[in-house]
């Protein structure tokens, strides 16, 4: 069984910086996809960013540029640092971990920006 926490979401101004951890334990998970996902009110959960095992990254095109993925392997934690937030990133924020056959989500953490 995999637990994922979430933490360092709050409420930032348009044009501020935050960085969520995700710090995962049951298992390493140094070979698995990690992700982010948000989910607006009133809208479906969207993906945001994910980091495979070796590093390969992807995004979504609106948080390009803007959002970075990393993760710590030692520290079995993945990162979301989020620069030059607008309004419309306001969202519950939730981890994933992916095995290629099991998935897993974390409990989210809150990021309003206001404008």
């Known amino acids: 069984q995999v637990r994922l926490v979430e933490s360092g979401g709050g409420l930032v101004q348009a044009g501020d910086s935050l960085r969520l951890s995700c710090a995962a334990s049951?298992?390493?998970?140094?070979?698995?996809?990690m992700a982010w996902f948000r989910q607006a009110p009133g809208k479906q959960r969207e993906s945001v960013a994910s980091?495979?095992?070796?590093?390969?990254?992807t995004y979504r095109d609106s948080v390009q540029g803007r959002f970075t993925i990393s993760r710590d392997n030692a520290k079995n934690t993945v990162y979301l640092q989020m620069d030059s937030l607008r309004p419309e990133d306001t969202a519950v924020y939730y981890c994933?971990?992916?095995?290629?056959?099991?998935?897993?989500w974390g409990q989210g953490t809150q990021v309003t920006v206001s404008s």
């Open positions: 980091i495979t095992g070796d590093g390969t990254t």
């Open positions: 994933a971990a992916s095995s290629g056959i099991s998935f897993w």
């Open positions: 049951g298992r390493t998970l140094i070979s698995y996809t």
